[in-house]
C-alpha cells in the first residue's frame, strides 16, 4: 500500500532519528467487516503485531464513496497537526486511519532503542512519542491532502461533532474501487481474501 510505504520512508529518514530495525516493515492486515468500526496498530504476539503491525478497519470509511469526517482522541483534537478532520474525501480519512496506526507500530518498535527513545515517552499508547511519530506522517502524508478536499474547510480548533458508531455495508465492487485508488492502479480481485492477501506483495 503507497500509504505504508510513504510512512515508512518517511519514518526512516536520519533526521527524524527512529531507529527502525534495518529490514522493519509493518504486517498489514484489513477487515472488511461491516461489524468493527476500530483499527489498531502496534506490536505484540499476535500474528499482525508480531515485530510491529496493523489492522486496519476499512469498511466504514469507503462504503458508497461518501465524504467522512474522522475524529481523534479528546486530547489531541483540537492540533493543527494531528487533531480531528473535517468531512473530506474517504481517501484522505483513510491515509489518516493508516498514519495514526502506523505510528503506533513505529512507537513500540522504537521504543527504548535509542537515547532519544528512552527520554520521549514512547510507552504510553497516544503519549508524547506516538504523538511526534504522527505529526511527522501527518504533516507530509495527510494535511497536504485537505488542500484538495471537496469538502468545505474548517479551522483546525473548531469543535467536529462526535459521530455515533454505524453499521456499515460495503460491496464488492467498493473494496475493489478502494484499492485501486489506494494502490494507484485497476484492481481485479475476484475473492475477497484476495485483497488481504494483495497488499503484502
Not at 527524524?16 to 509493518?26: D, G, I, K, V
Not at 474517504?90 to 512507537?107: D, G, S, Y
Not at 502524508?141 to 474548517?154: E, F
Not at 460495503?170 to 485508488?181: G, L, M, N, V
Amino acid at each position: 500500500m503507497a500509504t505504508v510505504k510513504a510512512c515508512v520512508r518517511i519514518a526512516r529518514r536520519k533526521d527524524n532519528e527512529l531507529p527502525l530495525p534495518a529490514a522493519w516493515f509493518p504486517n498489514v492486515k484489513i477487515s472488511w467487516s461491516a461489524g468493527r468500526n476500530r483499527s489498531r496498530g502496534g506490536k505484540g504476539a499476535s500474528s499482525v503485531y508480531a515485530g510491529g503491525g496493523i489492522s486496519l478497519a476499512l469498511a466504514q470509511h469507503v462504503a458508497g464513496g461518501q465524504d467522512r469526517t474522522f475524529n481523534e482522541y479528546s486530547h489531541v483534537a483540537d492540533s493543527p497537526i494531528i487533531g480531528s478532520l473535517p468531512k473530506t474525501r474517504w481517501q484522505t480519512v483513510v491515509a489518516a486511519v493508516t498514519c495514526h496506526e502506523i505510528a503506533h507500530a513505529i512507537q513500540f518498535v522504537v521504543r527504548g532503542r535509542s537515547a532519544r527513545c528512552r527520554k520521549v515517552d514512547f510507552k504510553t499508547a497516544h503519549g508524547r512519542g506516538w504523538q511526534q511519530v504522527y505529526a511527522l506522517l501527518r504533516r507530509e502524508i495527510v494535511n497536504p491532502l485537505l488542500a484538495v478536499s471537496s469538502s468545505i474547510h474548517m479551522p483546525a480548533s473548531a469543535p467536529i461533532p462526535a459521530v455515533a458508531p454505524t453499521m456499515v455495508s460495503i460491496s464488492r465492487a467498493d473494496k475493489i474501487k478502494a484499492f485501486s485508488k489506494l494502490l494507484g492502479f485497476a484492481v481485479d480481485v475476484r475473492l475477497e481474501h484476495s485483497v488481504n492477501r494483495l497488499i503484502h506483495k
